[in-house]
C-alpha cells in the first residue's frame, strides 16, 4: 500500500494474526515508532496493548482530525482493538504508539486500497522480501 514505518519497532510473533505483529520499542532518548499509510475510505486498525497497555495516537492527515486511544494489556488472549477511522478522500493516516510494547497488527478496510505492486523495497522488483523486515 506505500505505507512507511519509523521508529524503532520489532518484530513480534503472532500466528493469530498473520505471522507476526509490529511491536513498538522506544529506548530512551528514541523517536515514538509511527506508522504512515496512504489509504482511501473507512479503514480499521487493529492495534493492542500488549502486556503493559499504554495509548496510540491516529491522526487523519487529510482532514487534521486526531483521536488519541488508551489500550488495555492484552491478558492471557489478545486483546486486539479496532480503531476505525472514516473517511472517503484519498490521505495518508499516521498512528503513533505512545508508549512501548503496543502492538500493531494490521489494517482492515471495506473498501479497495490503492497500492504499489511494482514498488522497489530493499532493492526488489517485486516489493516486498524478508530482507526489509526488522530484526526480530
Not at 496512504?38 to 487493529?46: K, Y
Not at 488508551?70 to 498512528?95: C, F, K, W
Request: aromatic share 8%; hydrophobic share 35%.
Amino acid at each position: 500500500m506505500g505505507g512507511v514505518y519509523a521508529g524503532p519497532w520489532r518484530l513480534k510473533w503472532s500466528q493469530g494474526f498473520g505471522p507476526f505483529a509490529w511491536e513498538s520499542q522506544l529506548p530512551e532518548g528514541t523517536e515514538h515508532c509511527r506508522l504512515d499509510v496512504p489509504c482511501h475510505g473507512t479503514v480499521m486498525l487493529l492495534v493492542s496493548g500488549g502486556e503493559r497497555g499504554g495509548q496510540v495516537e491516529v491522526i487523519d492527515q487529510a482532514s487534521g482530525q486526531t483521536r488519541v486511544t488508551d489500550l488495555i494489556p492484552e491478558g492471557p488472549s489478545t486483546h486486539v482493538m479496532q480503531i476505525v477511522v472514516p473517511g472517503m478522500a484519498y490521505r495518508n493516516v499516521r498512528l503513533t504508539m505512545l508508549n512501548a510494547g503496543l502492538r500493531f497488527y494490521g489494517i482492515r478496510s471495506p473498501d479497495a486500497q490503492p497500492w504499489l505492486p511494482l514498488s522497489a523495497v530493499g532493492g526488489q522488483a517485486d516489493g516486498f522480501d524478508h530482507s526489509v523486515l526488522p530484526p526480530p
